[in-house]
T-cell receptor, first 113, second 112 residues
Framework: NAGVMQNPRHLVRRRGQEARLRCSPMKGHSHVYWYRQLPEEGLKFMVYLQKENIIDESGMPKERFSAEFPKEGPSILRIQQVVRGDSAAYFC???????????FGQGTRLTVV | GQQLNQSPQSMFIQEGEDVSMNCTSSSIFNTWLWYKQEPGEGPVLLIALYKAGELTSNGRLTAQFGITRKDSFLNISASIPSDVGIYFCAGYSGGGADGLTFGKGTHLIIQP
């Protein structure tokens, strides 16, 4: 999983600010998944993207959250007007074709103060 | 979304014991994956299973893709202290468009 790069590793935001989390997939991978993990809990699916397409966003909150995976550059998970409840670890995973292995980055730990 | 039931939620074992954990689903899965997560890190892929009935080993780890395609198990033989962590099962359902669905994890704690 060393090939999936997430930054920043740690992010602190005040309530009401915006948080931008970046994920660069492994070389050759065209699928990106975002997951959220609360302390002592499992990974909750948020969104699944291919280049320039959102395939499944059924796990994304309807408001304030958005994700993109442009043709060039990393995938971005954007959280607007953050609230304390958004504090969590956000993990990105990348895969080649569908239904195959997915490899995770080391996550971004968001703390909202 | 899909639901994966992973059990047990936690295990307290002695070093050297064997470990077994499993995941079940109400629907068919095409792929089963097993991950291990250590504190402060992302999940690391341990084993991938692609065919019903498949039995795959990775060192002291063995995982099987259930015949019904609705379950999978992971065994760890002769546990050692570095096996401590949270083990997650994950899978792709037959629907195709969903992302990986995860179980809630099994916390493995090894007592010396």
């Amino acid at each position: 999983n060393a090939g999936v790069m997430q930054n920043p590793r740690h992010l602190v935001r005040r309530r009401g600010q915006e948080a931008r989390l970046r994920c660069s997939p492994m070389k050759g991978h065209s699928h990106v998944y975002w997951y959220r993990q609360l302390p002592e809990e499992g990974l909750k699916f948020m969104v699944y993207l291919q280049k320039e397409n959102i395939i499944d966003e059924s796990g994304m909150p309807k408001e304030r959250f958005s994700a993109e995976f442009p043709k060039e550059g990393p995938s971005i998970l954007r959280i607007q007007q953050v609230v304390r409840g958004d504090s969590a670890a956000y993990f990105c995973a990348s895969g080649g074709v569908m239904n195959t292995e997915a490899f995770f980055g080391q996550g971004t730990r968001l703390t909202v103060v | 979304g899909q639901q994966l039931n992973q059990s047990p939620q936690s295990m307290f074992i002695q070093e050297g014991e064997d470990v077994s954990m499993n995941c079940t689903s109400s629907s068919i899965f095409n792929t089963w994956l097993w991950y291990k997560q250590e504190p402060g890190e992302g999940p690391v892929l341990l084993i991938a299973l692609y065919k019903a009935g498949e039995l795959t080993s990775n060192g002291r780890l063995t995982a099987q893709f259930g015949i019904t395609r609705k379950d999978s198990f992971l065994n760890i033989s002769a546990s050692i202290p570095s096996d401590v962590g949270i083990y997650f099962c994950a899978g792709y359902s037959g629907g195709g468009a969903d992302g990986l669905t995860f179980g809630k994890g099994t916390h493995l704690i090894i007592q010396p």
